[in-house]
């Protein structure tokens, strides 16, 4: 049974350019969440996804980021028009409908020069 | 989600030495989870604890939560260099609310 899979593994972007990071969750699995992880820090919180249902997105900075889950296909993390600041590691992760633990991707680290 | 705070920020030991993390609340958690993430990993899985002075060990992990339920350690005996990593409590709805975590560095 594959892990959650996240690609890409690094992502290089230029300031103003956009960022896509896909995540495929565990079979089985129909919960997806996202966290954000700046160096030295704790991860946070951004959205969780379920099936063409956004459940919670508080954690979601309210410009340039958006976040889907489509019937078919990966959940996208979407980040328009990129600043240095968004420079970061994005880890997403997934849970059996009746959540508990979660698993986590490998991540996308995301650089913005 | 309710806010976790954990110390140390760092812990520096010898291979051998035990260690431990806290990770305390204000107000009552419904449950703590913990996990390990290794330099340039991701976050695994370690242990659920839901129950009132709870307490379960893997090998040489023991996870405790407290009675009143604000708070859970994590005691490492007899650490290894395979220890090394960052240690995350975690309040959990259905997303987590991590601590900033404890960084363990183990020397041999």
């Known amino acids: 049974n594959a892990g959650v899979m996240q690609n890409p593994r690094h992502l290089v972007r230029r300031r103003g350019q956009e960022a896509r990071l896909r995540c495929s969750p565990m079979?089985?699995?129909?919960?997806v969440y996202w966290y954000r992880q700046l160096p030295e820090e704790g991860l946070k919180f951004m959205v969780y996804l379920q099936k063409e249902n956004i459940i919670d997105e508080s954690g979601m900075p309210k410009e340039r980021f958006s976040a889907e889950f489509p019937k078919e296909g990966p959940s996208i993390l979407r980040i328009q028009q990129v600043v240095r600041g968004d420079s970061a590691a994005y880890f997403c992760a997934s849970s059996p409908p009746s959540p508990s633990e979660q698993y986590f991707g490998p991540g996308t680290r995301l650089t913005v020069t | 989600g309710q806010q976790v705070m954990q110390i140390p920020q760092y812990q520096h030991v010898q291979e051998g030495e035990d260690f431990t993390t806290y990770c305390n609340s204000s107000?009552?958690?419904?449950?703590i989870q913990w996990y390990k993430q290794r330099p340039g990993g991701h976050p695994v899985f370690l242990i659920q604890l839901v129950k009132s002075g709870e307490v379960k060990k893997q090998k040489r992990l023991t996870f405790q939560f407290g009675e009143a339920k604000k708070n859970s350690s994590l005691h490492i005996t007899a650490t290894q260099t395979t220890d090394v990593g960052t240690y995350f409590c975690?309040?959990?709805?259905?997303?987590?609310?991590f601590g900033k975590g404890t960084s363990l560095l183990v020397t041999p």
């Open positions: 975690a309040n959990s709805g259905y997303a987590l609310n």
């Open positions: 107000t009552t958690l419904s449950n």
């Open positions: 079979k089985g699995h129909s919960h």
